[in-house]
């Protein structure tokens, strides 16, 4: 009992934690790479946090597990204070649905959509109408600059260009937390800029979380907290 109401105390105020989480990555050659270890982390609702470190060091390993992409191989996560069944499919589709948005590193868009479909796309599953859906993502794309792009391919996009869309993807379903892993990566540095003032605004304005791995100096002073890994542990 007393320790029920512990746990219930230490989750309440984070929108993400992780206990003891370790990740090991065990090869048939018998090889074992401990990309993760005891890693505890809190993140609390409405915060930008960094992931920052060298190449290797974990950060994505580390983005994944929280946004349930991947498993850990020991410890436990909170989601705003629920702890994450991994094994529970429907519990990760509904927080993959209305509770996380993702940027990838290497943009996932549909290639046969156009900019405003791609956007619109992750609102059809959360049943948004057909109107709203083509408003909002209008709006978005029109955050991001590409307000003369919206009828173009992925294909008919640049790198950045494509990032963007991939920002204003992620933002469509209004989640509560935002991972992105380098989402500047690929940017121009003034793109770059606007990109992170974006986040940062819609961070403050609407109290969603953001959880980036960067290497971007400019990324990492819009943060309210910088996390530095090395070697699968953080060590600030
Ligand atoms: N699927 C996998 N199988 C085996 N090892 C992996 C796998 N994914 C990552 N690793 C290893 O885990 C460690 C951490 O990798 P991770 O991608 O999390 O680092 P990172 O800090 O994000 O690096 P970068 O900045 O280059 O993206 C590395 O040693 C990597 O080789």
Known sequence: MQELSTNRKWTEMNIVETRDLSK???????????????????????????????????????????????????????????????????????????????????????????????????MHFNGVGRSRQKQRASELLNLVGLEDRMCHLPSELSGGEQQRVAIARALANSPR??????????????????????????????????IVTTHDPEMARAADKVLKLNDGTIII
């Not at 018998?30 to 993760?36: I, K, P, Q, Y």
């Not at 993140?43 to 992931?51: A, H, K, M, Q, T």
């Not at 990566?185 to 770059?192: C, I, K, Q």
């Open 24 to 122: 090991c990555y065990v090869f048939d050659s018998g090889l074992r790479v401990e990309a993760l270890k005891d890693i505890n982390v809190k993140i609390e609702e409405g915060e930008f946090v960094s992931f920052m470190g060298p190449s290797g060091s974990g950060k994505s390993t580390l983005l994944n597990i929280v946004g349930c992409l991947d498993q850990p191989s020991s410890g436990r996560v909170f989601i705003e204070g629920n702890e994450v069944d991994y094994r529970n499919s429907p519990a990760i589709v509904r927080l993959h649905r209305q509770t996380i948005g993702f940027v990838f590193q290497a943009f996932n868009l549909i290639p046969a959509m156009d900019a405003l479909e791609n956007v619109c796309y992750p």
């Open 177 to 210: 937390i935002i991972l992105a892993d380098e989402p500047t990566g690929n940017l121009d540095s003034g793109t770059g800029r606007k990109i992170t003032d974006l986040m940062k605004n819609i961070n403050r304005e609407q109290n969603i979380s953001f």
